[in-house]
């Protein structure tokens, strides 16, 4: 599974901002600079990664890193909320 996620929650955010306004932004300057605003589109695929939805799944990523953990034994997988080790 490829790792979508940003090392702070700020980080992913920017980038998401960034990318989803550079989309945007293509998209609504049409009617202003022409077809020039297309070339935001390239800016804002590359700020998320490849896609909207890809950028979607690393927030979530980087929202459980570190809280959660999955653990395999047998064939059988299960997803559990990881120990932080402050306290019981």
């Known amino acids: 599974m490829s790792d ?3 090392k702070t929650l700020t980080r992913h955010l920017v ?3 960034v990318g989803l306004g550079a ?3 293509s998209v609504a300057l049409l009617p202003v600079v022409g077809a020039w605003s297309l ?3 390239p800016l804002g695929l ?3 990664r490849g896609c909207p939805t890809c950028w979607a ?3 979530a990523q980087t929202l459980s890193r570190g809280r959660l953990e999955r ?3 047998d064939g059988y997988c299960e997803l559990k909320v990881a120990r932080t080790g ?3």
């Open 4 to 6: 979508f996620a940003s």
């Open 15 to 17: 980038r998401g901002a």
């Open 23 to 25: 989309l945007a932004g």
């Open 39 to 41: 070339l935001l589109a």
């Open 46 to 48: 590359l700020a998320l």
């Open 57 to 59: 799944i690393g927030l």
């Open 71 to 73: 653990s395999c034994e």
């Open 86 to 88: 402050r306290g019981a």
